[in-house]
């Protein structure tokens, strides 16, 4: 009997000590631009309207939309071409960070600092003619929405 304690006690600390990834399966953010300005090896155009940002971890997809909820940009279109060049999207979720990015394709990319709210986010902007609107960049600050 206390073998079997003493198991499971150790069974559940291994457990504790591992990094955890976050229980939620949908999240979704809200998000101001900053006033500052974007870091000097990002390229675009900056977004400076508010937008809105909906990461699905059982899909595996994120989602960026405009404030009247127009999408901006989402990984289900780069999705449906999954069987060019070995299309891949790299999602992690853990307690203080979300990241993405599409994997040997370009397209949409960015992370969401979970402590601070801090959002930085590039994607390609369909309607883009020039190339200052080709690529689209937006920083600034996020609130998860419960």
């Known amino acids: 009997m206390k073998k079997t ?19 939620a399966d949908i999240f979704t953010f809200s998000c101001d631009p900053s006033t500052e300005p974007a870091p000097a090896d990002w390229f675009g ?18 989602e960026l939309f405009d404030k009247d909820l ?16 070995n299309y891949q999207l790299d999602l992690t979720v853990t307690d203080n960070v979300i990241t993405w990015g599409i994997v040997e ?3 949409f990319s ?3 600092d979970r402590r601070t709210g801090q959002l930085d986010v590039i994607w390609t902007n369909r309607g883009g003619y020039s190339p200052d ?14």
Do not use: E
């Open 5 to 23: 304690l003493a198991a499971l006690a150790v069974i559940a600390l291994f457990g504790l000590s591992m990094p955890t990834l976050a229980s």
């Open 45 to 62: 155009g900056p977004w400076s309207a508010p937008v809105r940002v909906v990461v699905n971890t059982q899909a595996r997809t994120v």
């Open 70 to 85: 127009k999408t901006l940009f989402d990984t289900a279109r780069p999705a449906r071409l999954a069987s060019l060049n």
């Open 105 to 107: 394709m370009w397209g």
């Open 110 to 112: 960015g992370y969401i």
């Open 133 to 146: 609107t080709l690529n689209r960049q937006f920083h600034g600050t996020c609130k998860q929405q419960r």
